[in-house]
């Protein structure tokens, strides 16, 4: 399999916008999912295949990919949107997590 | 409302085994493929295993093949994850989740509360 990086940690002040990105070398063939966690609560899936919203999700959470590196933005950040967000990708037999970033609203 | 369940979790000692059950409502068992998710504390999450929507299929990660186990009852709605000679750094929280249907099998639709297996003497 492959590896998925994200960086450890980006802040960002309230009403502005967040990216995070996900690299990894079979991104450009591979749809990527993306996860929100907050604090002392399960995950939550965010977005799948690289640009899809589950019902429920605000549309201030979007996604985009573009050749091996996948992007989630948050238009509009606010203080509740703090939390860590994991990209996941997959091959034929296992599914692969990034390490995780860390948003800070401030 | 999909509801996951996990139960099982508990302090084990180091060689010993365990099995973890997780109990679905509110969605057709038998149509979908399941996951285990496990978060070590402070860590990040790692994939475990997976289970397809007829048992056919069971993939995992290399650190555990041959040591876990995951397993259906369909006519219970419930999956299991057996792990056997627990080690230290299988101490984490345990999460088993919904795969995809109308979406794909990698896609976690749905997780649980979590199991938390601690591995001490």
């Known amino acids: 399999s492959y590896e998925v990086s994200q960086p450890p940690s980006v802040s960002v002040s309230p009403g502005q916008t967040a990216t995070i990105t996900c690299s990894g070398a079979e991104l450009g063939h591979r749809y990527v999912c993306w996860y929100q966690q907050k604090t002392g609560q399960s995950p939550v899936l965010l977005i799948y295949q690289d640009t899809r919203r589950p019902s429920g999700i605000p549309e201030r959470f979007s996604g985009s990919s573009s050749g091996n590196t996948a992007t989630l933005t948050i238009s509009g950040t606010q203080v509740s949107d703090e939390a860590d967000y994991y990209c996941q990708s997959w091959d034929p037999t296992s599914v692969l997590f990034g390490g995780g970033t860390r948003l800070t609203v401030l | 409302q999909v509801q996951v369940m996990e139960s099982g979790g508990g302090v084990v000692q180091p060689g010993t085994s365990l099995r973890l059950s997780c109990v679905v409502s509110?969605?057709?068992?038998?149509?979908?493929?399941m996951h285990w998710v496990r978060q070590a504390p402070g860590k990040g999450l790692e994939w475990v295993a997976f289970?397809?929507?007829?048992?056919?299929?069971?993939y995992y990660v290399d650190s555990v093949r041959g040591r876990f186990s995951i397993s259906r009852d369909d006519s219970e709605s419930t999956l299991y994850l057996e792990i056997a000679s627990l080690r230290p750094d299988d101490m984490a929280m345990y999460y088993c989740?919904?795969?995809?249907?109308?979406?794909?099998?990698?896609?976690?639709?749905?997780w649980g509360q979590g199991a938390l297996v601690t591995v001490s003497s």
């Open positions: 989740a919904r795969g995809g249907y109308t979406t794909s099998w990698y896609v976690i639709e749905n």
């Open positions: 289970i397809s929507d007829d048992g056919s299929k069971k």
């Open positions: 509110g969605f057709s068992f038998s149509n979908y493929g």
